[in-house]
Structure formats: structure tokens, C-alpha cells
């Protein structure tokens, strides 16, 4: 990287990543769960059912591998090492580790408590709804450092699934997603309910999103997730960004897509590595499931930030305003768009909800960001 077989086309795959032409690109549609695969009922799309009874659920397949070595080929010992190691360590901590010092989304209690309480003043059901209901939002993004060819090139921006507890939300995703135009897809992380324990079910309910995109779909990883999950997300046609870049070329012009590993809780994020090989005044994207890294983001000259993390408060009171986006970031960076320096950022409010399956005053989204030139 860069260079010609570094390029990954609208379509295509990047070949950048050692060994990993073959798990992805011979055949990788082969392989991918149908798209007709829709999520046919409550009981058995997303959980262990769906995954006993779909035997090309390939997830399912590269669980029964030995994960730490295939991690070992795709990141490099010292890394996967590394990074399994702080997972270990840190997995479902309450109080510490990360950016903030106090983390509900590992506090398990507090999904009863807020249930419960939501239920007894008759809220919960409503609550639901209204975390079922995805809107389509647009983001115009106009920047003279663009190329030419992709004026008018268009992101499909999904971010916080929180797959395998949001089943509604993921049929109303299905839905929207189809009748959608797009020329790539990011998905900014968050794609396990819980912060701990078996993913399979994530992964289950992943390939069958998945199967409902256009490719080339580019990812990064949330707190919630577990590294352990990058060879089932990428064997369905994720490429995971960890600390990475690829090229986005049209013609004889390129766009830079980085991301970088969580950043939020693990603290494994690399701006400098994923940056390193953006050429100078070239137009560049970042994709962090955390704003909070939106100095070192505008100060590496990245000059489109897209992230997610904060579900935008998603329990908002009256006007939209957030109770606590479980971040150290300024409120107005918390949903939608906003300006650091140079930098564009935007802010996902989440397709999914986490911790309970509620939303108030805050509609789940998904977001297509319009690339202008000028
Ligand atoms: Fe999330």
C-alpha cells in the first residue's frame, strides 16, 4: 500500500493483506449465505437455532477453527497476541479500562432495572417501536480535495447493529437497505448485543445482513465486539479495517478508507499506522465505532471522520437531547454531523439498541454520505 494491487474497486476486494485473498476473494460469493435469506421468524433467525440449522452459515464453520491462528495469519503474532490478551484481561469491566471510567453497556443489572422501570410506567412497548423504525438520513460532504470522478460517490454508513438483540430492526434494515443506491458500505462497529460471551449469534445474524448488501462493504470493530469475530465477519464479505487502509479508485483517481481497531474501551486503535500511507493533500476517510478520537483523526489530516458509539444518547428527553452518550466527547459531536478543524465528522446514531431494545426521542438511522466535489 498504496499501489496498484493494493486498490480495491467499487465491486473488488483489496488484495493488500497477506493470506487473505485466500479466505475472501476465490469464490467468496460462493460461499455467502443466500440472498434470499430473509430473518423468517423471531425464534430462529438470529440465534443458535439459525445457526444449527443453517449448515452454510459460515461463521458458524470458522468457529470450529482454531481462531487465535487464523488471527496469528491476518494481524501478525505480536498483535493478535496482544489484543486477545487485553480482551482477557479486560472483558466486561464495569469501572476502568478505556476512555471513561464507568461503562453501563458492561453493567448487565442495569438491563433489568431500566426494563422493568420502563415497563411499570408503561413506556416499554412504545420504547420498541420506535427502535424498529430506521430512518434514512443524507450527509452532503463537499470537499475541493476530492478527485473529480467521485463527485457524487455515495456511502451506505450502518453503524451499532447490536445484531442478535435487535431482530426487528434488523428486518426494517433489510427492508430499507434494498431500495438504497449506494457505491460502497462502512459499518462502524458494534455488531454483538452483549460485551462478552459466545458471538456466534452476532455472526449468525451478520451473514444474513450481509447477504442484503452490495458489496464492497469495509468495517471496523466496536467495544462490544470481539476480536475473535474478524474471520467470521471477513468470510462473509467484511473486509475489517484494523488499523488498515485501503485505496478507492475511479479511473486514474483514489480516495483513502481507513479504520482503526476500538478505541473506546481496548484502546487498540493506531491512527498513526492506518494514516501512514495516505499521500499528502489526497482525500481520506476514517472509520473509528468511536468519535472520541476526533483530534488525532482531524490532526492526521483525515478529512471525513465516520463513526458511531453513542446510539446518539438513544433514551433522549424532549428535543433530542441525550441523558449519556458513554463517551468523552463534546455533546454537539454525539449524532449527525459536525466540523473538527478541516475535519467532517459524523456521528451515527445507531441502526441498533444496546442494552435495552429501546429508543426514545432518538430514531435509529442509517446514513448515505454524498461525496461532492468543490
Ligand atoms: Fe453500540
Known amino acids: 500500500m498504496p ?17 487473505h ?12 449465505v443466500s440472498r434470499a435469506v430473509v430473518f423468517p421468524s423471531p425464534k430462529n433467525a438470529l440465534g443458535s437455532q439459525a445457526c444449527e440449522q443453517d449448515p452454510t452459515d459460515r461463521g458458524q464453520l470458522l468457529m470450529n477453527n482454531d481462531i487465535p491462528r487464523q488471527l496469528e495469519q491476518r494481524l501478525g503474532r505480536l498483535y493478535a497476541r496482544q489484543r486477545l490478551g487485553i480482551e482477557r484481561d479486560h472483558e466486561a469491566q464495569i469501572f476502568g479500562q478505556g476512555v471513561n471510567f464507568f461503562h453501563p453497556e458492561n453493567w448487565y443489572s442495569a438491563h433489568v432495572v431500566i426494563r422493568n422501570v420502563l415497563k411499570l410506567i408503561g413506556l416499554y412497548g412504545r420504547g420498541c417501536r420506535n427502535a424498529e423504525r430506521i430512518v434514512v438520513t443524507h450527509n452532503e460532504v463537499r470537499s475541493k480535495q476530492l478527485p473529480p470522478s467521485f463527485d457524487g460517490f455515495t456511502i451506505l ?3 451499532d447493529l447490536h445484531v442478535d438483540m435487535n431482530e426487528g ?10 431500495g438504497l443506491h449506494y457505491d460502497l458500505c462502512v459499518m462502524t462497529g458494534d455488531y454483538r448485543g452483549k460485551t462478552f460471551g459466545s458471538f456466534q449469534a452476532a455472526l449468525n445474524g451478520m451473514a ?7 458489496d464492497p462493504v469495509y468495517g471496523v470493530l466496536g467495544n462490544h465486539d470481539t476480536i475473535q469475530m474478524i474471520p467470521g465477519l471477513e468470510a462473509m464479505g467484511i473486509r475489517m479495517l484494523l488499523n488498515e487502509c485501503v485505496v478507492i479508485a475511479r479511473g486514474d483517481q483514489r480516495i483513502y478508507l481507513a479504520g482503526i481497531d476500538d478505541a473506546h474501551y481496548f484502546r487498540v486503535d493506531n491512527i498513526e499506522k492506518a494514516g501512514s500511507q495516505v499521500q499528502d493533500g489526497e482525500f481520506s476517510i ?30 433522549c428527553l424532549p428535543g433530542s437531547i441525550p441523558i449519556t452518550l458513554d463517551s468523552v466527547l463534546p455533546r454537539h459531536m454525539g449524532a449527525g454531523r459536525w466540523q473538527y478543524r478541516n475535519m467532517i465528522g459524523y456521528t451515527s446514531v445507531g441502526v441498533g439498541s444496546s442494552i435495552v431494545p429501546v429508543r426514545f426521542n432518538c430514531p ?9 466535489h468543490g
Open 157 to 159: 454508513h450502518i453503524s
Open 286 to 315: 476514517l472509520l473509528s465505532h468511536t468519535p472520541e478520537i476526533y483530534r488525532q483523526a482531524a490532526y492526521a489530516n483525515f478529512n471525513l471522520l465516520l463513526s458511531g458509539h453513542t446510539h446518539g444518547g438513544q433514551i
Open 169 to 178: 430492526a434488523m428486518r426494517c434494515l433489510i427492508e430499507q437497505v434494498g
Open 21 to 32: 485473498d485466500d479466505r475472501i476473494m476465490p469464490g467468496h460469493d460462493d460461499n455467502r
Open 364 to 372: 435509529p438511522e442509517i446514513t448515505l454520505h454524498h461525496l461532492r
Open 3 to 19: 499501489g496498484q494491487d493494493d486498490r480495491a474497486m467499487p465491486g473488488q476486494y483489496d488484495r493488500a493483506m497477506p493470506g
Open 208 to 214: 444474513v445482513v450481509r447477504a442484503h448488501l452490495k
